[in-house]
């Protein structure tokens, strides 16, 4: 069980599945859930039970399903509704009947939303949070509190907001959450308030929207003055521009602050937990998340990495290890002798002085022309090979290809390609038929080489990018093309460049082929 005098609370199954296109299945809360207890936050909000079946089905599905070694389940629900008994209300029920151990209040804590959104008196509305909140704690549930709209509450009217803390606490909620619900808190102002509900003597916790950009520093502050309690959501969402990224407010507290909030080792986890709960959200990852995102510690200047390799910590705030990621160099137009010799090293080569330069060049001009090595490992891996062998090694020669595109009689629409190709001393002739271009040349050249390498049977193309680049220097536009593949176990991306889409394809494609075999273990003869 995680420590009680620090609290890292997670709401990414209820506040954050209110993000716009963010649709949980109970098995998909449930498999957030275990990842989240991986890393060790202390409480794992549900859902709301009795609002919809799915969330109530969660926790009755929790119960038997989830075996947590760290968190506690948290209900999700609202004080009673005016004028009725907590023990009479329906969802107040339903927050009774979910077994979670602790339930989270979310109660009105700013005068005007009393009056005009509950249409209620100010002090019905502190009954509703007294019945409520003794109701539950008498059926043995430990209660928290979301206090909501407080900052604009307190700027409204300070006395009564904070009445609306006393008034929970002394009913018996052991922690009450200051929300920051529009989100346009500065964290100045914040800590001021902050700092004030804490004098009532309430456990204070913080919940804060990222309206203004600053969730995650609005949290600190509020950390810094006084809070205990931290809420936030897996990778930041939320409703509209999302809630405080709990991971950025773990790291930071447990790498800047020294808070001891999760074992090292699942701090250390946390990269690989941030891109498995994208898998189950289907929500495509931000590679620029803080600490866990692809390109966080990706470095692109030339004289970045100059200083890199000498020593790394000159250009990064922490080693990416404590947080499971990993230091990357890009190499673009952008790269200096520094650059290249590093991606060489994190590729297994030992580069000399003359093969570096040679390389830097052989980008920068390359890059000028419209390719993209940064996006195209796997190319910069072949022109690196090639500046090394000092010729262009491949597995097969091309000899020619051509594609027809046909639409039959039926409306159909397909495309033949035929390549000529020489390998192992054959010269090989193969056509392959597709629902496009590109489709038809991978088919003709696969099945041209598989009796000779049968393990590009195992190659995919997995995807497929296409950009048209304005010409410069009065030559016209021409076009990009990167192309992703895959075998078993890894995924490659090659780039070609032309004024014609299947001649670029080609380009991509050829390399695609060349570096999958390569990856195989298989050398050019
Ligand atoms: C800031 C936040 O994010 S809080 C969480 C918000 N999350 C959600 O709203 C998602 C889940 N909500 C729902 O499924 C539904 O809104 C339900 C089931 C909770 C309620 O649905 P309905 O009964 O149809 O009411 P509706 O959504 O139209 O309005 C909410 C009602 O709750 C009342 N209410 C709002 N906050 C509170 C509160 N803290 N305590 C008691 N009642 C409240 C409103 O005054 C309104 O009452 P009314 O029905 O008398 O007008
Ligand atoms: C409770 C909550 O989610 C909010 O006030 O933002």
Redesign the pocket.
Known sequence: MADDRFHVYD?TL??GAQQEGLNLTVADKLAVARHLDGLGVGFIEGGWPGANPKDTEFFRRARTELDLKHAQLAAFGATRRAGVKAADDPLVAALRESGAPVVTL?AKSHDRHVELALRTTLEENLAMIRDTVSHLRAEGQRVFL?A??FFDGYKSNPAYALEVLRTAAEAGADVV?L???NGGMLPDELADVVHAAALTGARVGI?C?DDTGCAVANTLAAVKAGATHVQGCANGYG?RSGNANLFTVVANLQLKRGFDLVPPQALADMTRIAHAITEVTNVTPNSHAPYVGASAFAHKAGLHASAIKVDPNLYQHIDPAQVGNDMRMLVSDMAGRASVELKGRELGYELTPEHTKTLVERVKDLESQGFTFEAADASFELLLRDTVHGERRRHFEVESWRVIVERTKGGELVSEATVKLHAKGERIVATGEGNGPVNALDKAVRLGLEKLYPELARLELIDYKVRILEGTHGTGAVIRVLITSSDDTAEWATVGVAENIIDASWQALEQAVTYGLLRAGREPD
């Open positions: 709401t209820r506040d979310v979301d909501e709209h959450a929300c920051d619900t919940h929207h409703e």
